[in-house]
């Protein structure tokens, strides 16, 4: 999921014990059975594991901080370790040296299934009530009707453009993938096999022939497609990109004129750009990340604590506007430092957010309730982008 510049917190943990566990297999998530009915004292420390700049102390930018708030009103000091990916992240969480992770969908379900997070009893987080309910019981953090993560911020992957170059002015991903010829060299992508879902999305609109339902569950013959496509795509892409800085260089420079983009980064670039950046009429994917709670927490009242927190209104208004991304409450919006963040972000705009397929990790459990195939996993994802890039 995302890469933004790498910036870090201080934080730790230790330990009182809450009657938690989960189980599960490699391929489909199995909910666990127990959650706490209370919570006991705070623990005085709590270690994090999240994207940077999800949880800043004032030791980056001494004006950003909303960590020592939270330190101060808990007793709880936290410390905390940034990861550049999804599967940097997944690498680091087995250790088990975090007591909460921020998690996107493109890891949840692997955390689940792998046990390694434990299902939450949401009456001990009362700021869960207020967050919006189209980010609810979703299918990346919930499963058998147990919610295993408490939302942090979301937002849609974009299509931008060179308003001088790319004419007309596009409405389709079409321009990244049947018309991108007419831009090679200067197409660009995001770096991840996530992506592929991208292309399905595509393909459901365009080719519905395939039969695909949910770009994030394919059969081998659905991902073949998508993989074919994205073949072609590749004679075309310039760069692929992971770092936004990377992606803001390589669009103010020219070197890249159209391809996939977050609104922080069309929000971060020169006056001087040509850009603009939309969402497509056949939507797009995107995420919402969750911040889940350790089966083996040394910390896990601490934990809650913070899972609490990170949803109140003024601190997921700090965390979302400082990351770039829509906060995750209304009640946020009336503390971000700019009148103008949560209408960029289209946040609570339910009819936007309905046009956005979230990451969600692919299993061999079909999504979209297929019963009589097994659709591909992440592992075979991963295979596929590595045969795809080459």
Same mark, same amino acid.
């Given at each position: 999921m995302k890469f933004m510049s790498a910036l870090k917190v201080s934080v730790v943990a230790t330990a009182v014990a809450l009657t938690l566990s989960a189980c599960g297999t490699a391929a489909t998530p199995t909910a666990s059975s127990d959650v706490p009915t209370k919570l006991g004292a705070n623990e005085k420390t709590l270690s994090l594991l999240g994207w940077p700049g999800y949880a800043e102390d004032g030791s980056n930018d001494p004006k950003v901080d909303w960590v020592t708030p939270f330190e101060e009103e808990t007793g709880c000091q936290v410390t905390f370790k940034p990861y550049g990916t999804s599967d940097e992240a997944l690498s680091l969480f087995k250790t088990g040296d975090y007591d909460a992770i921020a998690a996107s969908g493109d890891a949840t379900l692997r955390l689940i299934a792998g046990g390694q997070v434990a299902p939450l009893n949401t009456d001990l987080i009362p700021n869960y009530a207020n967050v919006y309910s189209f980010l609810k019981n979703r299918e990346w953090?919930?499963?058998?009707?147990?919610?295993?993560?408490?939302?942090?911020?979301?937002?849609?992957?974009?299509?931008?453009?060179?308003? %001088?170059?790319?004419?007309?002015?596009?409405?389709?991903? +079409?321009?990244?993938?049947? %018309?991108?010829?007419?831009? %090679?060299?200067?197409?660009?992508?995001?770096?991840?096999?996530?992506?592929?879902? +991208?292309?399905?999305?595509?393909?459901?609109?365009?080719?519905?022939?395939l039969g695909i339902k949910n770009p994030y569950s394919l059969d081998e013959t659905q991902l073949a497609a998508a993989v074919d496509l994205l073949k072609a795509q590749r004679q075309n892409i310039g760069e692929y990109w992971s770092d936004y800085l990377k992606s803001i260089s390589a669009f103010e420079s020219g070197d890249t004129v159209v391809g996939t983009t977050w609104q922080v980064i069309r929000n971060s670039m020169s006056a001087k750009a040509t850009v603009e950046a939309i969402l497509p009429s056949e939507g797009a994917t995107g995420w919402s990340d969750s911040w889940m709670i350790s089966s083996t927490a040394k910390s896990p009242n601490c934990a809650y604590a913070w899972l609490n927190y990170i949803d109140s209104p003024k601190a997921n208004a700090a965390a979302t506007e400082y990351f770039g991304e829509a906060p995750v409450t209304q009640a946020a919006c009336d503390f971000m430092a700019s009148k103008d963040t949560c209408a960029s972000y289209h946040a609570g705009d339910e009819a936007y957010a309905a046009k956005i397929w979230y990451w969600t990790t692919p299993i061999t459990k079909c999504l979209d309730g297929r019963k009589d195939v097994q659709c591909t996993d992440y592992a075979r994802w991963t295979e596929a982008w590595q045969e795809i890039k080459g």
């Open positions: 953090n919930t499963v058998d009707g147990k919610t295993y993560g408490v939302p942090h911020g979301y937002g849609a992957n974009l299509l931008m453009y060179n308003t %001088k170059v790319v004419k007309p002015a596009p409405t389709s991903w +079409d321009v990244v993938f049947d %018309k991108a010829s007419a831009y %090679k060299g200067k197409v660009t992508a995001y770096d991840s096999p996530i992506y592929i879902a +991208d292309a399905a999305l595509y393909l459901m609109v365009h080719k519905p022939e």
